[in-house]
């Protein structure tokens, strides 16, 4: 990457900026194989280079932590200027992942105001990335899957212990929407260990190092 991408993730992903100079290099290296392996597709919006770099940065954060970060669950990233009709439903949509056509979409607005507030939990880019590592874990057995699924079977024991749901509760840190089923449960989870992990770690200490292990990274 120019040093013009570099400035880009240091301005647009906030862990980029956490990083020594030497995983610095090793981010961006990711970052250009990344670009090279998925196309990335506007619909009536056409794809800037600080537009690429910021979701392929995205999803290099939430694999930092994996040895083998590609995956084969999607193809392309088809990006729409704002919400968008979805094939999957009649609604419309600011992001999904859809497995049928090995496919991740977004609204650009959405993406970008997910980054551009830093600390509401709220981020797209990161929440339909975080399904589609969760689907990798069904379907694969590499390392990667077999770690995250074995963390994430924590998160469940935890989800089934009516004491630690009620401690859940009490925190309210958690949106409404993460009351949808355990995919999205997850990753509005992992929302917040990228957006506010001091507060995570603090009050539910237990899911935050379930996280920390599930994508082998620690957040400060």
Known sequence: LSLADSAVLQNTIPFYNQLTQRQQLFF?????????????HGRDISITKEMALTISGTY????????????KSFERIVVYPSVYPSSISDD??????????????????DFRDGHEIENDNLNLGIHEFTHVLHFDSMRFQHANARLFRKH????????TQDDYKQ??????????????????????????????????????????FSVARLLNCERS
């Open 28 to 40: 961006n290296h990711r970052v250009v194989i990344f670009l090279e392996k998925y196309r990335i």
């Open 60 to 71: 290099v954060m939430l694999t930092f932590g994996f040895r083998d970060f590609l995956s």
């Open 92 to 109: 419309y949509h600011k992001g999904e992942f859809n497995p049928a056509t090995k496919s991740v979409v977004f609204s650009w607005e």
């Open 152 to 159: 994430f079977n924590n998160i469940l024991v935890l989800l």
């Open 167 to 208: 401690m859940i509760e009490e925190a309210a840190l958690f949106r409404d929407y993460a009351k949808t089923n355990e995919f999205e449960f997850l990753a509005v989870l992992v929302e917040h260990f990228f957006e506010s992990p001091v507060q995570l770690k603090t009050e539910l200490p237990e899911l935050y």
